[in-house]
């Protein structure tokens, strides 16, 4: 039974006693009645299950949590220092894994989807997948340890401090553009000193410091994976009743790339769905007037409305592909589905208030007609367009079937496409010259141009077997890709985008078939160069697949053919 509160002879509660209060009460300073377990002001904020008492007769949830993480970093400072041997300050690398053996993935299908993990595969589920790696060193060893970090006075267990906030945005922005986000970092850090009535919603604050746990792996801060993807997935229906719609967009993006990129499809395909559906009831692919501005100017505001539409657009393209579905984003003839956003221009463009207005006409469109915008050269739109290749190709290759008849209409679509495939290639930084330019931009080109070469093998896969010219240029797609795999350094796989694992597993499928067809000729052909190329992309394969599992199960396919 509750215990009731105490009556004086007025019939009235009596004071409590000093110390008597509930944690949260004297957290925010309101009278509190007492009552056990939930005290009446947490009753009617709904915050029952958080009602705790500090009476000494008991631990409290909060201390029991700062035991065990106090328990957790006894035993990390216990791995790194066998022996007795005193820690030191470590240089931490997030992207030097030891490695886990993708073989674990167990045998997959021919194919790539039916090869991919599902939902419930316990080999997807980061808690078990990388739970062997967790005993490596924290990167938080010789700075502020996990429990100073995550507790005071003035934050709930596992809210994180501003300190604490900067320090995962920090992790995260080298990533932001691997996982389709962009955003001014600089402005998203100031934002969190900010009150949080002004701060980003918590849907997608939590959804990035999810990312910052997941590109940490294996360090210890990846055991916070859970916690802000649970904070982020609780805080989604928050957002769309209170009307910031497009931080709920941009984090439903986040929480699919990062299900995506674990195996568990069911999960990604929902949230990108999602996020394409709301995208397109807000109709951002038209840049119609939206009336939730919040705190930004004008010029910001529409500058995230192009960001939150194009990240949608690029997750629905790319990832439709993967799961062999029709994309959710439409882009018809007709006025009310056509794609007319503005192509996105760089960040210190709208810093500097150059917002550009509504395009000129229908955006995708015309790009894939061959005409050239001239304020699509961004990195940013470049990808788009990269994007807009990739699902176009692949639209016309599912066109193709044993003993379809070829009519001269589909050869010139498959020439025209080809042809623009050429035009934006010949826009994107040589590959020869990719050390050159910043890492970001590195990373980005390497995806528009794996885009690319992966939409030339969708287009002449098909014909390859009888045609000699499609046959070649398979053949040179995969050859690029090679020269360009060699290119990049064994510690930049883990901030490539993840759906470069499965445009590699289709341009290597491209290589098998092709060495399965000079193995069966006569007279026998020297294969071994083909074979050395198979063995490029089984490299860079098992590089990407340490960061994102879902490659794994391609990976293992490939390895075995190699055999």
Sequence with gaps: MANKPTLDRAGTAATLQRGKACLRCRKRKMKCDGVKPACQQCVRAKKGDACEYDDGKGKTRTQLLKETIAKLEDRVRELETPSGVPASVMLFDPHDFSGSSPDSFGSPDSTYLSAFPTASDSSASPSTSWSQLQGAASPL???????????????????????????????????????GLEID???????????????????????????????????????????????????????LQTGNYLDAIRASCLLSTYFLSNGRLAEGTYHASAAAALADQLRLGKMSDAEDVKCMKAGAYEAERIFAFWQVFNLDRCWSVVLQKQPV?????????????????????????????SSQGPTIQTFLSGSISANGFSSAALRVKASALLSQSHRLADKCYPGMKVSAQFIEEINNLEHVIALFSSTLMPIDQLDTLLLEEKYSTIIAHTLAQTAVVFLHRFFAAENQASNEKCAQAARF????????????????DPVIGPCWSWVADSVVSRLDRLEM??????????????????????????HFPVVAPALSRLQKRLA
């Excluded at 060893?141 to 809210?159: A, I, T, V, W």
């Excluded at 969190?192 to 997608?204: G, K, S």
């Excluded at 746990?213 to 805080?235: G, I, K, T, W």
């Design 141 to 179: 060893m010789g700075g502020p340890s996990l429990h100073d970090m995550f507790f005071d006075e003035r934050h709930s267990p596992f809210q994180p401090t501003n300190d604490a906030s900067v320090m995962l945005l920090d992790i995260f922005a080298p990533h932001a553009r691997q996982c």
């Design 185 to 239: 970092m600089e402005s998203l850090r100031q934002s969190v000193a900010l009150p949080i009535t002004e701060q980003r919603h918590a849907a997608f604050l939590n959804a990035i410091y999810l990312w910052a746990c997941f590109v940490s792996r294996p360090e210890p801060l990846s055991q916070n994976e859970d916690h802000y993807l649970r904070l982020s997935l609780d805080a989604l229906p928050d957002a």
């Design 329 to 357: 984003v439409t882009d018809g003839p007709a006025p009310r589905s056509m794609i007319t956003a503005p192509w996105p221009q760089e960040i210190a463009e709208y810093k500097m208030g150059h917002v550009s207005g």
């Design 481 to 496: 890709c090679v020269s360009m795999i060699k290119r990049i350094g064994e510690k930049e796989f883990g901030f490539l």
């Design 521 to 546: 000729s006569w007279p026998l052909s020297d294969t071994s160069d083909v074979v050395a190329e198979l063995a490029t992309f089984v490299y860079a394969m098992s590089k990407i697949s340490m």
